[in-house]
Each structure stands twice: as structure tokens, then as C-alpha cells.
């Protein structure tokens, strides 16, 4: 017997021509045998390749609705699937964040089963190595995060429609699922998986990934303040050190040559000045956003193929 809530599923493109239509038909076959209600929201974060003729080749042969979001510029993962999430109606969505994922699509229902036990949101962890980068990143984030939220590498997730109302309901501009969806307060849980592709590589640049990370630190820890005070702290220090020495010298009647100190002392403050409007220039910049209120997407064009 087929369940009867509704369910959505939001799927992340960009550039994944090969694997998007196959992936989306294992999907629909999937969701067609166990749903009676369902829909399937592709979400296309300016794709550069056929990924879109792919999906739309497949997409009419599918037994439930497929909705495709068009993004007219590269948004990345995070805003482009919240995107895919704000269009959704269903009881509970599927959050799949590529095509190209290392998981047996069954994952899905144990899922979707472990969120029916008491959770309003369900994460798939693989099992595999976390990247040393990554790992000390997620060390860091819940050392200093406000509410000391643990972080983990995944990709797929099931989330309750009260979990993505109260999501919505963060006065946020900037948001980080894995991190605004534990905020919501509701049960959170997750379930490990052994990954059928060990060779998965994450095609996001690193200089995005770099600023992703920065913009998360600075927006939901105190690492941002913390260094900033250490680092004022230090050169003051440092500067009364060095003006006690001068005076000291000077007192005692020993000449001090003084350049080369001078420049070493000058050169050493700037760079503690300039790291520290570095991080005040990132945080006004993001305080910019926040109080603009800009939307955290645009979309280009939206496309419903209806059922066959």
C-alpha cells in the first residue's frame, strides 16, 4: 500500500550532463512505488551543459510532476536549493544536493522511516574518511558556534514542512541548512551509510568552498570577535613592549640604531591592523546584506511538465 502524505523532492544541477536524466528516472521509479502523491522540483543553477535536455527527455515519461527551477546566473548549492525547498508543498522533502551521489536510492525510505519514528529532520552521513580540511573545519564550528551545533559532510536529508516553516520564519539572509535547520529547535537525527562510490569528488571550487566556510564562521560562531580581540590585545602588547624597550634605551643612554627595529615593529602592527579590517570589513559587509533584506535567489524561468 502507497503512503499518502505528499511528498517533494528538490534535486540540485549544475553541469551534470550524463548522470541528471538517469538519476531523475531511478528517482521518479522509486518515488512512483511507494507515494501516491509526489513531485519532483530539479533545481538548474545555470548549467552550462545538456543536463536540462537530459532531465526534460526523461521527465515526460515520469508517473508524478516534475517542476524545473531555472537559475539565470550560478547561485551555488545553498541558495539554489533553498530555491527548489520555498516552491515545494510538500509534507515532508527530500533534499538531494547532486545527482551524482554515492547512495543506494533505498537510503531514501529509511530516511523517510527514521523521520516518522519522532524527527523533523533527517540527514544521511556517509560512512567514508572526512577530508582533514573539512574534519578540522567542523571542529572548529562546534567549538565556537553559539548553540555548539555539530557538523557533519552530507548531501542527502528529509525535512518536515513545520521544520521548513520555522527555516523560513529565520530572519536570515544568509543561511547554511545544515546549520539553520538544527536551529529550529525540532529533533534532528541522522543515519550513517556505507558509500557505493568511494571516487566521489566534490566539484565545488575551493575558493568557493573557502568563502562559504568564512561566511559560516563569521555568521554563526564567535570565531570572527574572538580573533579580533586576540589579535588587538596581542598588538598592543606588543606595542607597550616595544615603547617600554625605547624608553628603557633611552634612560640607560644606550644610542639605538632604531631602523631596523622601527620597520620590524611598523610592518608587524600594519599587518595586525589590516588583518583586523579584513575581518571588520567581512562582518559589515555581511551586516550589509543582512540588513538589506536581498532576496537569497533569483529565478530565471520555471517549467512544469505535466504527467504523461
Known amino acids: 500500500m502507497k503512503d499518502h502524505n505528499f511528498i517533494s523532492t528538490v534535486l540540485y544541477i549544475h553541469n551534470n550532463s550524463g548522470c541528471a536524466g538517469k538519476f531523475l ?15 519532483i522540483i530539479v533545481v538548474d543553477d545555470h548549467s552550462e551543459d545538456n543536463s536540462l535536455e537530459e532531465i526534460r527527455k526523461s521527465a515526460w515519461n515520469f508517473e508524478g510532476n516534475v517542476i524545473i527551477i531555472k537559475l539565470p546566473w550560478y547561485h551555488g548549492t545553498e541558495a539554489a536549493m533553498i530555491a527548489g525547498v520555498n516552491l515545494s508543498i510538500g509534507d515532508y522533502v527530500f533534499e538531494i544536493d547532486s545527482p551524482d551521489l554515492d547512495f543506494d536510492i533505498s537510503l531514501l525510505e529509511e530516511l523517510y522511516k527514521k523521520m516518522l519514528s519522532g524527527f523533523d529532520v533527517v540527514s544521511a552521513v556517509p560512512k567514508s574518511k572526512t577530508a582533514f580540511l573539512s574534519k578540522s573545519f567542523y571542529l572548529i564550528f562546534k567549538k565556537y558556534s553559539k548553540q555548539r551545533i555539530t557538523l557533519t559532510s552530507e548531501y542527502v536529508r528529509v525535512v518536515s514542512r513545520r521544520a521548513i516553516n520555522r527555516f523560513n520564519e529565520q530572519l536570515f539572509s544568509f543561511k547554511y541548512r545544515k546549520v539553520n535547520y538544527q536551529m529550529t529547535g525540532f529533533p534532528v537525527a541522522s543515519i550513517n551509510y556505507e558509500p557505493i562510490n568511494n571516487n566521489k569528488v566534490n566539484k565545488t571550487p575551493f575558493r568557493e568552498r573557502l568563502n562559504l566556510g568564512f561566511e559560516i564562521m563569521l555568521m554563526y560562531t564567535r570565531v570572527g570577535e574572538k580573533l579580533a580581540v586576540n589579535l588587538s590585545l596581542f598588538f598592543i602588547f606588543v606595542s607597550l613592549f616595544l615603547g617600554l624597550y625605547s624608553m628603557i634605551m633611552f634612560i640607560r643612554g644606550i644610542a639605538v640604531e632604531g631602523w631596523t627595529t622601527t620597520m620590524l615593529f611598523l610592518s608587524f602592527g600594519f599587518s595586525g591592523i589590516f588583518s583586523l579590517m579584513g575581518i571588520l570589513s567581512k562582518y559589515l559587509s555581511m551586516v550589509l546584506v543582512e540588513v538589506q533584506k536581498r532576496p537569497s535567489f533569483f529565478t530565471e524561468n520555471i517549467e512544469r511538465l505535466n504527467k504523461k
Open 25 to 39: 528516472t531511478t528517482l521518479d521509479n522509486f518515488l512512483s512505488e511507494r507515494y501516491k502523491n509526489y513531485e
